[in-house]
């Protein structure tokens, strides 16, 4: 089964991240990435971030996080000086608004619709990262440079197609070699029970988002190991559930399409020097901030409502 599993995500690999490796090489090759730059140049201009991070959001966004990362370790270069701000709020816009047309296939299934959940990421993805520039601006904090050297993988320029080609096979066989070793990784986190025993440590997440302890299961196998597993989950709990609890059920799938893979995207973000405690407990402290704040908006217009057709009535 493992196996399998393993040989199945290194298709993938090969089949959608070398793709796109290979076409953002060419483009930067002839120039052509300018036209993707400017698309989003806006944004990246927002965020205080160097304007060749464009590519680099796209990538995620159109693949996931092997895309993204390994897009970065194409475009990148230690001349330009990169901070570890630049770093984590890229790592962040990342995390939460990546492999949208997979993921939010995913969020319809379970009642949020492909439009709505493929919105709600891109903006929340945009304000927590810009909420995070600010932040770290203003108290002057991971103003320093990024240096590659512990990086798994060393940013290279290339000057001829033989080099665009290689490059683009050298990073994908390097990043299937990672996700052999994140599976292997995973794979040993469920033999010593640290799963289980991480999943325990987040169960007080289901309190704060005050969804109903049925739900706690799906949700946080979710959260660790990816919106595809929870989101499956929390399908084959909508016939006995979704009557009852179907606020919750939308609740639990907005929550994991601000934070989920906690394990594997939070070690491929790790690979570009990003800040395990942004990544992870930041990322958390702002998807319960804005599932929260939804649920409170929801409760206040039903209240609403309610007061309107009883006045009518009356």
Known sequence: MMIKLITKSIISMVIVVFPVLLIVNIAVFHGFDRLLITAVQPIMSILDLPEEFSIVW??????GV???VATFFTIASESYGYRLIDINVLSI???LAHALPVESR???LVGVGFVKAT?????NSIVCALLLMLFCNYFELLQSNVSFSS?????????????VIWQSIAITVKMCVIIVLLFLLIELLKKLSLINLIEKLLLPLVSLLRLDIKLSHPLLIGILLGISYGGVLLKE?????????SESIKKAIYFMNLSHSLIEDTLLVLMINANIVIVVIYRLAYSIIVIRLMALFLYVKSQLINRTGVTKES
């Open 93 to 95: 816009l990342i995390l």
């Open 237 to 245: 709990s909508l016939g006995e559930l979704s009557v009852i609890y």
């Open 58 to 63: 796209l990538a995620a966004i159109l693949t």
């Open 151 to 163: 990086a798994l993988i060393t940013p290279k320029s290339f000057a001829s197609y033989f080099d």
């Open 66 to 68: 092997y895309g993204g």
């Open 106 to 108: 995913v969020s319809s």
């Open 119 to 123: 919105i709600f990421r891109i903006v």
